[in-house]
């Protein structure tokens, strides 16, 4: 029994090809695939049908919950647990608590933002299957590739190698599984 593949590559000289061939692929029917570039590319992201929205809500509420944990311990410390009456002053001082809650706040919603940012990108990757492709290395340079992974409901080894050689790429290559 053979191995399926992790997916067919096309290898593309522009980023308007590119894009040119992720609506094609799209319009296809195609739902799992991946796009490599060498720089952003301000559409990609929406053409793939990827959603980074949650992201900023993923950061509010871990900024929130930080400012509500720093205000609520200070509160505790200072007016409950503590009580230490300086001069007359009031043991809920909540104006002297608010540089060190927004402080927290800021540090819980970068921490939560490049976790969250970990975990939906799946990151640290080591290892990636399309590393194994001849010239993928060329992705950071000067080149573009568009993988349909071998998991994609429609896909089917030489059906999908015809599709990705009708969108005039460079090169078309099997991406092997990982073992």
Do not use: K
């Amino acid at each position: 029994m053979t191995q399926r593949p992790y997916g067919i590559m096309a290898e593309f000289r522009t980023p308007d090809s590119l894009m040119d061939a992720v609506r094609a692929t799209r319009r296809a029917g195609f739902t799992r695939i991946e796009a490599f570039s060498p720089f952003p590319l301000p559409d990609l992201a929406d053409e793939l049908g990827i959603r980074t929205g949650i992201i900023p809500w993923v950061a509010f509420v871990a900024a929130l919950i930080g400012a509500v944990i720093q205000y609520g311990s200070q509160y505790w410390m200072n007016a409950i647990d503590y009580p230490l009456n300086v001069g007359g002053r009031p043991l809920n001082s909540w104006p002297t608590f608010i540089p060190s809650t927004l402080i927290v706040a800021i540090l819980w919603a970068g921490a939560a933002t490049l976790l969250g940012l970990l975990v939906i990108l799946r990151l640290p990757r080591l290892h990636h299957p399309v590393f194994s492709v001849h010239s993928f290395e060329r992705v950071t340079n000067d080149r573009f590739f568009l993988c349909i992974h071998g998991e994609d409901p429609l896909f089917d080894g030489e059906a999908t190698r015809d599709f990705l050689q009708g969108l005039l790429p460079q090169a078309v290559r099997e991406v092997p599984a990982c073992d």
